[in-house]
Nanobody, 119 residues
Framework: VQLVESGGGLVQAGGSLRLSCAAS????????VGWYRQAPGKRRELVAG???????NTLNSVKGRFTISRDNAKNTMYLQMNSLKPEDTAVYYC??????????????WGKGTLVTVSS
């Protein structure tokens, strides 16, 4: 599975961006997707995810501002980011995984897209 992110860039605080992640290859092996981010000097964290059962997880600091969605027909996942803050500045990574029997059996990552929020 290959994942390619797009949509990052420079935006002023309070602005919006929409990230996209296009998947190709053996996408039938994916049953969970998510967006992660990593700011300089910090470890990578889950921003929002859609689990194998369809439930979603969202980082507390972005709840009400960020929304994850997916279009299965287009093999594309999105992250709509509104009311951006300087602390949202990070490299955002697309992730796809295959879960079975309670275990994460496969993991795929995009190369990341940089989001910079100026104050």
């Amino acid at each position: 599975v290959q994942l390619v992110e797009s949509g990052g860039g420079l935006v002023q605080a309070g602005g919006s961006l929409r990230l996209s992640c296009a998947a190709s290859g053996s996408t039938f092996s994916i049953n969970a997707v998510g967006w992660y981010r990593q700011a300089p000097g910090k470890r990578r964290e889950l921003v929002a995810g859609i689990n194998s059962d369809g439930s979603t997880n969202t980082l507390n600091s972005v709840k009400g501002r960020f929304t994850i969605s997916r279009d299965n027909a287009k093999n594309t996942m999105y992250l709509q980011m509104n009311s951006l803050k300087p602390e949202d500045t990070a490299v955002y990574y697309c992730n796809a995984a295959y879960w079975a029997g309670g275990q994460r059996l496969a993991d795929y990552w995009g190369k990341g897209t940089l989001v910079t929020v100026s104050s």
